[in-house]
């Protein structure tokens, strides 16, 4: 799994492969940009859901309704508008509110307690690393609005 964290405009990802049970020695982005001021794609699950959530929005310009992968959750970040859109595995998309804490995947429960305590996403996600075994790798971290 993974761990993603977000707070106030700020946005932190793991880095760790994993696959079932298998933590892989892997390094794989979790943020994506994309083009054409389309925003910021974060996600939890196989590198090849995010290839599918990334070529659905750059070839429809658009967001779908729902994402058809059992483990996939897709998290969009609109730039412009500040607007977090979530989709959870085979749900329709919801609006997060930007002025709250959120945190997805296997480390999140740490990561948004972190966070609730006062670290920041990206301490939040290395915190995170020390306890859940599916997160890890280093981070990365970008600031979003």
């Known amino acids: 799994m993974t761990t993603i964290a977000y707070h106030n405009g700020m946005l932190a990802a793991d880095k760790r492969s994993t696959t079932g049970g298998w933590v892989g020695p892997y390094i794989v982005e979790k943020i994506r940009w994309l083009d054409d001021n389309l925003g910021v794609l974060a996600y939890v699950g196989p590198i ?3 290839t599918e959530a990334v070529d659905r929005i750059r070839k429809d310009r658009c967001l779908p309704d729902k994402f058809h992968q059992d483990d996939l959750t897709v998290i969009h970040f609109n730039l412009l508008d500040q607007v977090i859109t979530v989709w959870e595995p085979h749900q329709r998309y919801f609006h997060a509110d930007p002025k709250c804490a959120y945190a997805w995947g296997s480390g999140s429960v740490p990561a948004l307690a972190a966070m609730y305590a006062g670290a920041s996403p990206e301490q939040a996600v290395e915190i995170a690393s ?16």
């Open 48 to 50: 090849s859901g995010l």
């Open 130 to 145: 020390r306890i859940d075994p599916y997160t890890g790798g280093g981070s990365m971290f970008v600031r979003l609005w």
